[in-house]
């Protein structure tokens, strides 16, 4: 099975990439994350997100030269509070212009609608869980991989709270077990910047980092995970 790709960045593990996260305040430093293989515009995080213009920082973010995943987060898993309807409008709007797009496992309507939409125009689907207060059993974790497989995932995103090293040791199991899946874990919280260097090693595709506002706990600057990503995986 091919290794699956964002726009032009090709998945396959050898090398984790690293993906520069943030909302509407944060679109010029997106634009320019130096570092940064893939960018994350986040258009729950605008003041008030709308289909044109999140459209519109789309395509500003395009320009930069960069493969652009477009998330609506939902309140229930970090995201801003939204009605259904809106997020459903601005991922209808935002697909044609962002290479891939990261859905809820949990949102099962609105992956049903989104994921043939997603194959059609040949984008990347990325289907994630997050879990805000703690890291759940590895079984559980490896079901929600197996679950996302079966809604038609590129990629499955887990992201979980860290607040000791068990619980990054529950991550890596998840990860060496998944490796060959297209995985992504992510440790949330105080073990959040071992877990981003971890969690790489060991296969997950990639690693999340802050351009400005940190857009979930535990992130580290772009820079910085870029100068760590170049010492650990020389090119």
Same mark, same amino acid.
């Given at each position: ?76 898993? +970090?995201?801003?509070? *939204?009605?259904?309807?809106? %997020?459903?409008? !601005?991922?209808? &709007? @935002?697909?044609?212009? #962002?290479? $891939? ?85 992510? +440790?949330?919280?105080? *073990?959040?910047?071992?877990? %981003?260097?971890? !969690?790489?090693? &060991? @296969?997950?595709?990639? #690693?999340? $980092? ?26």
């Amino acid at each position: 099975m091919a290794a699956p790709a964002i726009g032009g960045i090709v998945l396959d593990g050898t090398v984790p990439r690293i993906v520069a996260a943030g909302g509407e305040a944060e679109l010029e430093a997106l634009a320019a994350a130096d570092g940064a293989d893939l960018v994350e515009l986040r258009a729950d995080l605008f003041d008030d997100p709308r289909p044109d213009t999140v459209v519109a920082a789309l395509d500003r973010l395009r320009l930069a030269g960069r493969p652009v995943i477009l998330t609506v987060r939902a309140a229930r898993e +970090g995201g801003n509070a *939204m009605d259904e309807e809106r %997020r459903r409008a !601005l991922y209808m &709007a @935002g697909l044609p212009h #962002a290479q $891939a797009i990261d859905v809820e496992i949990a949102s099962t309507a609105l992956v049903g609608e989104l994921a043939p939409q997603a194959r059609a125009l040949g984008r990347t689907l990325v289907l994630s869980a997050h879990a805000l207060d703690d890291t759940p059993p590895e079984a559980e974790l490896l079901a929600l991989v197996d679950r996302a497989a079966a809604l038609g995932a590129d990629v499955t995103k887990l992201a979980t709270q860290t607040r000791d090293l068990d619980d990054v040791r529950t991550l890596l199991a998840v990860t060496l077990a998944a490796r060959h899946r297209g995985i992504v874990t992510v +440790g949330m919280g105080p *073990m959040g910047p071992l877990s %981003r260097v971890v !969690l790489a090693a &060991a @296969g997950s595709l990639f #690693a999340y $980092a802050a351009v400005g506002r940190p857009t979930a706990p535990g992130q580290l600057p772009v820079a910085e995970l870029a100068a760590l990503f170049r010492r650990l995986y020389p090119a």
